[in-house]
């Protein structure tokens, strides 16, 4: 979403009040103070009407009985729909594909996507070239490299499955048998998120100053070490940073499993996301999808404050 | 050592970011990130004709052909002007006429939606106009007789009439001719032990399959499957729509007459249900099955993919008796002015007359939903010229349709899992039915 903050016509809206000055002239501060609200007034406006209210509406729908097809707001059921995902099958199958997705995903991807990154940390010809592949899989949309996966893994003419039976070996069902269903959608993720992650550490790897490599090579450090040594230190913060967007989004996964497998065979490969989906917009359970949105969405502050505490920040998260 | 700040992202910039992808989660999960906007009727048309807005989820050949009809409409009369809109893809479609019309935003009219069974959802709203009064009047060309009792239960909710198909299509067996002379079958089957039988005969190893009957997650499973049921002389429900009846004698027999043929390796093992998996076809194509349960909208594929006059078809063939599953997109009315219910009336009548069902269906085809359009020249002529679709349509006269009721999203998705259970032998056929029938009941008793 482009930032209001970008925009050189962004007509500053009516500041809010500015605190009360504690003495009676303005301090700089304050009239600095006082613009800078301006400039993210319609950031914060559009914010508040697309995320913070849909988001207090959810909560509120969770602990009723809403049905989205009548329109009517249904009455309220305490934590029942709470209480109810907990004692739902399906519910609790989806939570752990979902995790066993997030836990293998998040750190294959990042650890794959550092090594690129250190790998092509240093300047050779084609360079760029090799940094474009990586990266191409990343903007593409996901619909569309899904659609071309699920041909390529197709057990009737998918290039795998004849390269596999030119070697003499049976077809495998990547799409519809267990567990290759999972795993194949897990690659995917893997390869379409690669490149964002080797781009965000190239970043960081950069940021560190060459002084300190030519100071460990004179101290008679191989690459290797000064790796391990220099280099996975310095990008901690970086990597913390890409841990807490990948969970996140590793939770919300969705497009892949609807067009690779449409959540089978035997609910295999139906997420979190998936079930709020059909319970929402299929069976019109507003409520329990509301539920179930509710948890993720704690489940998503919960990650993001351990691991910023973790990496000893001493920020919170203000969502008021 | 003191670690140097990350400069890539500044603290405060990250803490919106974090902020921002967390408030996202709950935000997007419920919106269902829909894109697009559409604009409801505003009234007043121009010239004093009435604007009637019609809502649609047809897409690409079939909207050339849909607004070449509506044209016609608009100039043959002076009264209304029909103008159609696309709202969205079928997954969505009622969700968002649903919102719209909380919002006062919707249309006056809705054209062939896709998920009649759904529709239920859409009537509590309110905001469906019933359509028994306008049936009966004597002035309307179109009546409840104008449709088979099959084709007039997919509209009816609760004893009222809210709905009409205007789309139909049911499925057939589609198989492979060169595959039938090779193994050196003449007759095609018309029993489910021929086809059965002519399954054994058409399969070479693992190399090439007598039949693939469907697996997998969906509808498409449970919407072959009720005619198998119905074959063997089985109910899916009881008459008032309360307790679920496949799971009995005669759905079991209908179930293992498909694990049996996965069983004695006849069958395709696998599902080949996927997003782009058009029932299966792609199994025909690679030559991997000889035959297959599929909808006459894949002829044209599978003739691509095995070359002209080399796909036949013939009629699901019978356990007990023969039977059918049909499936419809229903159109209805939006309760509006005087001028506009008329309007939308006008035009749902229009759209039902044989003559332009004739035309609509032979151009997308879909099969008539007015038994008189089985007489008319146009469609006869097409028939002729196309006999396999004449398969497809004969089987209409004994075809039944799935049961109007809310929770059907639900009750199909409890019988589809444990389908799909049975057919990769991970259950025998009478558990997975008694597992289904638990949860079908579940979902039944819940409103």
Known sequence: MPSAIDSTQARPARAAAPPRPAGRRRTTEQIEGRSGYALIAPTTILLALFYLYPLVQTVGYSFTNWNPATGQTGAFVGGANFAGLFQ????????????????????????????????????????????????????????????????????????VNGTLGALGFAPIGFLNSTPWALISVIVFSIWQGVGYQMIIFSAALSNIPQSYHEAATLDGAGPIRRFFSISLPLVVPTLGFLAITGIIGALQVFTQVYILTGGGPLRSTETILYFIYQQGFV????????????LLLALGIIVSVVQLRILGRRDTIELT | MQLPKSSFIRPGRRRAITALAITATAALALTGCSGGSVTGNTGGGGGGKTDITVWYNYTGPNVTSAKKLIDKFNSSQDKYTVTPQYAANSDQFDAKLINALKNGTGPNMVLGDSTPQNIGQVVQTGKVLPLDSLLSDSSSSITKDTFTEGMLSTGSFNGKQYTLPTDVGDYAVVYNKQMF?????????????????????????????????????????????????????????????????????????????????IKDGSAYPQSLQTASDNNGT??????????????????????????????????????????????????????????????????????????????????????????ATADNATWTAYL????????????????????????????????????????????????????????????????
Do not use: C
């Open chain 1, 88 to 159: 739902n099958a399906e519910f609790l199958k989806t939570a752990g594909n979902t995790g066993i997705y997030v836990v293998v995903v998040v750190p294959v991807t990042m650890a794959i996507g550092l090594f690129f990154a250190a790998l092509l940390a240093q300047p050779f010809r084609g360079r760029g070239l090799y940094r474009a592949l990586l990266f191409v899989p990343y903007i593409a949309p996901i619909v569309g490299s899904s659609l071309i996966f699920s041909f390529i893994l197709s057990p009737l003419g998918g290039i």
């Open chain 1, 283 to 294: 069976y019109f359970h507003g409520g329990t999808a509301s539920a179930a949105a509710v």
């Open chain 2, 181 to 261: 002379k090779e193994a050196g079958i003449t007759d095609t089957p018309t029993t489910w032990t021929e086809f059965a039988a002519d399954a054994k005969k058409l399969t070479k190893g693992t190399t090439q399959y007598g039949a693939y009957l469907p697996i997998g997650t969906g509808e498409w499973p449970v919407f072959t499957w009720q005619a198998m049921l119905w074959s063997a002389g089985g109910e899916f429900l009881n008459e008032d729509n309360t307790k679920v009846e496949f799971n009995s004698p005669e759905g079991v027999a209908a179930l293992t007459a498909w694990t049996d043929m």
């Open chain 2, 282 to 371: 792609p199994g025909m194509t690679a030559k991997k099955v000889a035959m297959q349960i599929n909808g006459a909208y894949n002829l044209s594929v599978l003739d691509e993919g095995l070359g002209d006059g080399n796909v036949g078809v013939f009629p699901l063939p019978a356990l007990k008796e023969p039977a059918m599953n049909l499936g419809t997109n229903n159109s209805y009315l939006i309760k509006g002015t005087k001028a506009q219910e008329a309007g939308s009336w006008a035009f749902l009548q229009y759209w039902l007359k044989p003559s332009t069902q004739a035309v609509w269906d032979s151009e997308n085809g879909f099969l008539p939903s007015n038994k």
């Open chain 2, 384 to 447: 002729d010229k196309n006999p396999r679709i004449a398969t497809f349509a004969k089987e209409l006269d004994y075809a039944k349709a799935r049961p109007s009721i809310t929770q059907y999203a639900e009750v199909s998705d409890a019988l589809s899992q444990e389908l799909q259970k049975a057919m990769l032998l991970k259950e025998s056929p009478s558990d997975a039915l008694a597992a289904a029938e638990k949860g079908a009941q579940a979902a039944l008793d819940k409103q």
